[in-house]
């Protein structure tokens, strides 16, 4: 059963870059859409990109001139930058799988890590 | 950009009711991107419905989602004391994940 362990700098002060790393473990790297969401205190989920084995991206508009995802297919592995950190970067990072595009699981995040909380405090 | 309406913004109910949590989009969608999830306090979510009907593996048949036109159902049958939660619908478009802003089912 695939797991994902994510790691990486839980407090930085504002015009900081966030740095994050998931690890995916018991599975299949290629052939996937890794993706990050993040979710601030006490309030809902928001998207923030995906990347494939290959390097292809895909990201939120709303955040895409801040974000850059990475893909590290040789320890399996792929990172979240997100430039220019403010107060309202803080919240709980998670990173996914996008189900492959041979399954039913397409258009959803159907395996999920257990998040990491990140503070954005002077 | 489509929008993801949920209402309400929490409910309360008793364990062993029934639960009635709605996803409106703003916009016509198709039905196959359409998703909810369950999150439990300090959890992570966990995906119930896909394709806004089929049960992930591992849910139960008391789960069940339903559309029509825009308006998206998820309901829940019977209530258990673990489904008291936060649950959120999911749309995929333009290569993009939308969420709406989630539903809190309390006990009463």
């Known amino acids: 059963q695939v797991q994902l362990q994510q790691w990486g700098a839980g407090l930085l002060k504002p015009s900081e870059t966030l740095s994050l790393t998931c690890g995916v473990y018991g599975g299949s790297f290629n052939g996937y859409y890794w993706s990050w969401i993040r979710q601030p205190p006490g309030k809902g989920l928001e998207w923030i990109g995906e990347i494939n084995h290959s390097g292809s991206t895909n990201y939120n508009p709303s955040l895409k001139s801040r974000v850059t995802i990475s893909v590290d297919t040789s320890n399996n592995q792929f990172s979240l930058k997100l430039s220019s950190v403010t107060a309202a970067d803080t919240g709980v990072y998670y990173c996914?799988?996008?189900?492959?595009?041979?399954?039913?699981?397409?258009?959803?995040?159907?395996?999920w890590g257990r998040g990491t909380t990140v503070t954005v405090s002077s | 950009e489509i929008v993801l309406t949920q209402s309400p913004g929490t409910l309360s109910l008793s364990p062993g009711e029934r639960a009635t949590l709605s996803c409106r989009a703003s916009?016509?969608?198709?039905?196959?991107?359409l998703a909810w999830y369950q999150q439990r306090p300090g959890q992570a979510p966990r995906l119930l419905i896909y394709a806004a009907s089929r049960r992930a593996t591992g849910i139960p048949d008391r789960i069940s989602g339903t559309e029509s036109g825009t308006d998206f159902t998820l309901t829940i049958s019977r209530l258990e004391p673990e489904d008291f939660a936060v649950y959120y619908c999911q749309q995929y478009g333009s290569s993009s994940f939308i969420f709406g802003q989630g539903t809190k089912l309390e006990i009463k």
């Open positions: 996914g799988r996008r189900g492959g595009s041979w399954t039913a699981y397409y258009y959803v995040i159907d395996v």
């Open positions: 916009q016509s969608v198709t039905s196959s991107y």
